[in-house]
């Protein structure tokens, strides 16, 4: 099982109930893995006409209260920002899983995370953000699903699994398990038909005087509530660390063998992982910056999370930037060599 | 006293939104009476467009989602996969439907997706400012076609019904006019059979077209208006069940 | 990545029809049976259709970080294309195991280098199966290497190979052993 289709059948053990999708490299094992699984489990697969119209079948499958998801690489995605936003304005949950390649425009089909910006500034119209996961091993990947439905029922919000083309082709051994499930709250907005009820009504227009005002506001005091709540991140090694590496994904994968590899050369280096790239783990980095070390960042990217950690860091000690864009993968010797120029000779106070 | 007409439950007691002689609240009656008479209020789902009807929840008490600019029938996909017992019905303008989402309709019509589409043609964008639609006919001034829409310029009036006719996922489709008592029994006959084809889980697509009086855009009054699409709007869209 | 324990990391490449994926995943598959860590990261997309296919499997007894193989320990070449990109890759000290039925020259590599040139094509052929000689490489491979046994490869093929190729099962399977046995009798 490769990553796309072990993060497929975790999204069905999750309770995925609808899946809609177009095809896109590098993420077709999904849409052919669920157009097999999804009938088999008397669930719903539907191959739309475009990515447009697939967001929009999330988005009216979500409406009726049923957990849902679709799944795109980059170009797609970037259609679906208009019903990411609707989604987000009308607070329903919903689970998109962008396996990243190579653009801007039709780019190539290599590994990427260009698309940062994009998923962790909402990437459509509007004031709104999206919970954006970023996975760095299959395991990882295959845990997130559930974690992304949950949260996304929770707190009745898109949710973005950001993974890239590695992840997606790749193959690990992994655990597939049923996790406890986070105690939920009643979908009593869906839209079940109003049978002894007054009717529901699912909507993002707020046309009077002050009511949009009023709706961000709700809006901005749920996003607050999970940047409280749902940071995710992993760090390793910054007790006495002169540099700390800060990378997510596969991009951190390649970094801890580079870390790794510097320790071993005497050099002391640890890393930050983020999971949550948002929330992002604007404490956890401000802290590791209050120890003066330097920052390296290591991004598939000319640089896009490394605002996100000048932004923690606030100045008190230099940010610098590694990356490499359009399916470049950096090497762990080509990360070692970074560590190594800024360390050696040792950093002076 | 003796009560000869009432209001049917499903359509609210409220003001409306719509300007005088606006075909629709008609068009609102028309589903909220067959909601009624067929008792499906309580698993009917109903899709707002983008356009004047966006606040057609309003108006109709039933469970209803509004949904982003020609994304109905996508939508209502969604939901009739997953909900297949439920009676969903999208409600869209020919900005809405003809324009914007034009891929929506062909594919959710050619996937035969068992979802009942009621298509509100005024040849006209009534919310935005009176613009030219697909279906503006020919001659017909706009803000966009000051001097008339030519066939050159802006291409001919668009025959959505007459394209979806095509599909064998469309099971039935009709074009009816709200034009007056006469016709407007008739389009109250179309949309309940669409309404009813859904019920009876017929395998595919129903879409009734409205022409519906824009008096507002059109610049006339209500009364010429509804002269208006009997005498103009029938030639580029001529009236009868073109399918089913 | 310790050096104290066991890390080895293996690029396989070759035509896109020769089997190379499905040999990678053959090899991933083998070590997670032992309990081993491992990754297998293909080729994808444009390039398997360009007319080359290559993969990168890790085995390790530790956690792996990156999937992706700069520097191999083994390399496993069944075309000449293959060799000229991945060679000049090969850590000092490693391992080539290469398709001499395709590759008519040796290359020049660091002395620390051991190479095997097999002729998996001949053999396969032998066997009567041309597609075999994928397992004919990797079979020489594991011999070579040792951490892995050709038997515990043999083992996984039914998992590894669709089922509707089933039939091929018993000729794979030689094709696996008459590899080692290669390697064995070139020691």
């Known amino acids: 099982m490769c990553g796309n289709e072990a993060l497929a059948e975790a999204a069905i053990i999750a309770g995925c109930d609808a899946y809609f999708g177009y095809p896109i490299t590098p993420q077709n094992e999904i849409t052919a893995y ?18 447009l119209a697939a967001i929009n079948m999330v988005f009216g499958a979500s409406a009726t209260g049923k957990r849902t998801m679709t799944t795109s690489s980059s170009p797609g995605i970037s259609l679906m920002q208009e019903g990411i936003s609707y ?31 994009q998923a962790t500034r909402g990437g459509g119209h509007g004031d709104y953000r999206t919970i954006v996961l970023g996975p760095s091993t299959v395991q990882e990947l295959v845990d997130c699903m559930p974690l ?76 607050e509530q999970i940047q409280k709540d749902e940071v995710l991140c992993e760090q390793y090694a910054l007790d006495d660390a002169e540099i700390v590496v800060v990378a997510y ?92 120029q800024l360390t050696i000779p040792p950093k002076k106070q | 006293m ?124 009534g919310m935005t400012g009176g613009q030219m639609a697909p279906t503006t006919v020919l001659g017909q001034v706009t803000a966009t076609t000051q001097q008339g829409r030519e066939a050159a310029n802006e291409g001919y009036p668009l025959q959505v019904s007459e394209l979806l006719e095509l599909l064998p996922g469309a099971i039935y489709v009709e074009r009816c006019a709200l034009s007056g008592p006469a016709q407007i029994r008739k389009a109250k006959k179309a949309v309940k059979h669409a309404f009813q084809l859904q019920l009876d889980a017929a395998q595919g697509l129903s879409l009734v077209e409205l022409l519906s009086p824009c008096p507002t855009y059109w610049r006339m009054t209500p009364v010429k208006a509804m002269e208006w699409i009997e005498k103009e709007m029938t030639k580029a869209f001529p009236l009868g069940r073109l399918k089913g | 990545m310790t050096t104290n324990g066991f890390y080895e990391e293996i690029i396989i490449a070759g035509f896109g029809g020769q089997g190379i994926l499905l040999t990678g995943r053959l090899l991933a598959q083998t070590a997670m049976k032992q309990g081993l ?69 040796k290359p020049k590599l660091d002395d620390s280098i051991e190479i095997i040139a097999v002729p998996v094509d001949e053999i396969a052929v032998e066997l009567g199966e041309k597609r075999a000689a994928n397992m004919v490489a990797i079979g020489a491979y594991l011999q070579k290497r040792g951490s892995l046994s050709p038997d515990a490869a043999a083992a996984c093929l039914a998992e590894t190979i669709a089922k509707r190729h089933h039939k091929t099962l018993p000729v794979n399977t030689e094709a696996l052993h008459r590899g080692a046995e290669f390697t064995k009798d070139n020691e």
């Open chain 1, 148 to 223: 992304a439905f949950d949260l996304a029922d929770q707190y009745q919000i898109p949710v973005v699994v950001l993974a890239d083309g590695i992840l997606g082709q790749m193959m690990e051994p992994i655990v597939l398990d049923k996790k406890p499930r986070r105690e939920l709250p009643p979908k009593d907005w869906a839209l079940t038909g109003a049978k002894d009820r007054e009717q529901n009504i699912v909507r993002s227009l707020w046309l009077p005087e002050g009511a949009l005002e009023e709706h961000n506001y709700k809006l901005q005091a749920k996003y």
């Open chain 1, 87 to 117: 989604l987000a304005g009308a607070e329903l949950p919903a689970v998109i899983v962008n396996v990243m390649r190579g653009g801007p425009g039709l780019g190539n089909i290599a590994p990427s995370q260009g698309d940062y910006f």
């Open chain 1, 34 to 51: 669920m157009s097999k699984r999804m009938p088999e489990e008397d669930r719903v697969f539907v191959q739309s006409e475009s990515e």
């Open chain 3, 37 to 105: 860590e491992v990754t297998y990261m293909p080729s994808y997309g444009a390039e398997v259709r360009g007319g080359t296919a290559n993969c990168m499997v890790i085995i390790a007894d530790e956690p792996i970080a990156s999937p992706l193989v700069d520097r191999p320990d083994s390399l496993i070449v069944m075309n000449k294309a293959s060799l000229n990109k991945f060679a000049p890759r090969l850590k000092n000290g490693g391992l080539l195991i290469m398709n001499s039925s395709l590759i008519d020259t």
């Open chain 2, 2 to 125: 003796k009560t000869i007409f009432e209001r049917t439950p499903t359509l609210k007691d409220c003001p409306t939104h719509y300007c005088p002689g606006c075909g629709h609240g008609i068009a609102h009656r028309l589903i909220a009476e067959t909601i009624d008479e067929l008792g499906i209020r309580g698993r009917t789902i109903g899709i707002a467009p983008v356009g004047c009807a966006v606040l057609a929840y309003n108006y109709l008490d039933v469970d209803m989602v509004e949904v982003a600019h020609g994304r109905a029938p996508a939508v209502a996909t969604g939901m009739k996969r997953a909900n297949p017992d439920k009676i969903i019905f999208s409600y869209q303008g020919d900005g809405d439907l003809a324009a914007i989402g034009t891929g929506e309709i062909i594919h959710a019509a050619h996937r035969g997706e068992q979802i009942t589409v009621i298509f509100i043609n005024n040849a006209v964008f």
């Open chain 1, 249 to 340: 994904g596969v991009a951190a994968r390649i970094v801890r063998s580079a870390v790794n590899q510097a320790r071993k050369e005497g050099i002391k280096a640890g890393w930050i992982r983020p999971i949550t790239l948002w929330p992002f783990p604007t404490e956890q980095i401000a802290k590791a910056a209050d120890e003066l070390s330097i920052f390296l960042v290591v991004e598939m990217s000319m640089g896009q999370m490394v605002e996100d950690v000048k932004l923690a860091v606030a100045g008190k000690t230099p940010v610098l930037f590694y990356g490499r864009p359009g399916g470049g993968v950096p090497t762990v010797s080509q990360v070692l060599e970074r560590i190594k």
